[in-house]
């Protein structure tokens, strides 16, 4: 079936380094993919976005990376911050009428002092 | 504040009791979405509004659930005769349609009802 999934369930990284997380998709009909952070509590928040037209898009302190060939996706955070610490899931989204987003189950992303 | 809203936010109820919730998505957002979190896990879809028409459903949405928008503005989601595995976090989501080919579907998230069934 289709999934959405992600490579690490945990990453810990100290403050100032820079953190990558993963993301396998399944689908190739995906054609619209999206970043959002859940911090606990709280509703998914959006960070990214990239259509499957481009291979990297890069927001403030964020870059996405696709790549349709391995159909993989990446989330790179630069300088991460200890207010970045929450799960992060990435969700597919294949526009074709269908507007429903398919979501991995997430990695929760560490941030030490 | 003009994110989206849901109320509950908390809502525990015993077996077999009906349990309604709403969500009023942001104003100018024609499309409004349900979706299902578990703990450790990412949100399920569940169903969609473009306006007031319920234009896609999910499996997951058995006979038992309900959503409704009839002004095509706010939306409630109703389950009847609850179930303990109907205990999780009911997320709704707005997004805006696009004129777009490979339009953009950036659905912005509510903070959710979480559900406790007893």
């Known amino acids: ?113 | 504040d003009t994110g989206v809203s849901q109320d509950p936010r908390h809502k525990i109820t015993k077996r077999g009791q009906n349990v309604t919730f709403r969500c009023d998505p942001i104003s100018e957002h024609n499309r409004l979405y349900w979706y299902r979190q578990t703990l450790g896990q990412g949100p399920e879809f569940l169903t969609y509004f473009q306006n007031e028409a319920q234009l896609e459903k999910s499996r997951l949405l058995s006979d038992r659930f309900s959503a409704e928008r009839p002004k095509g503005s706010f939306s409630t989601l109703e389950i009847q005769r609850t179930e303990q595995g109907d205990s999780a976090m009911y997320l709704c989501a707005s997004s805006r349609a696009t004129s777009d080919r490979v339009g953009k579907n950036i659905q912005y998230f509510g903070a959710g009802t979480r559900l406790s069934v007893l």
């Open chain 1, 1 to 113: 079936g289709e999934s959405v999934g992600l490579h690490l369930p945990t990453l810990s990284v100290q403050e100032g380094d820079n953190s990558i997380i993963n993301c396998a998709y399944s689908n190739s009909a995906s054609d619209y993919f999206i970043w959002y952070k859940q911090e606990s509590g709280k509703g998914p928040q959006f960070i990214i976005d990239i259509r499957s037209n481009m291979d990297k898009r890069q927001g403030q302190r964020v870059t996405v990376l696709l790549n349709k060939t391995v159909k993989h996706l990446s989330l790179q955070i630069a300088a991460t911050q200890p207010g970045d610490s929450a799960v992060y899931f990435c969700a597919e989204n294949r526009n074709t009428g269908f507007q429903k987003l398919v979501f991995g189950t997430g990695t929760r992303l560490l941030v030490s002092p």
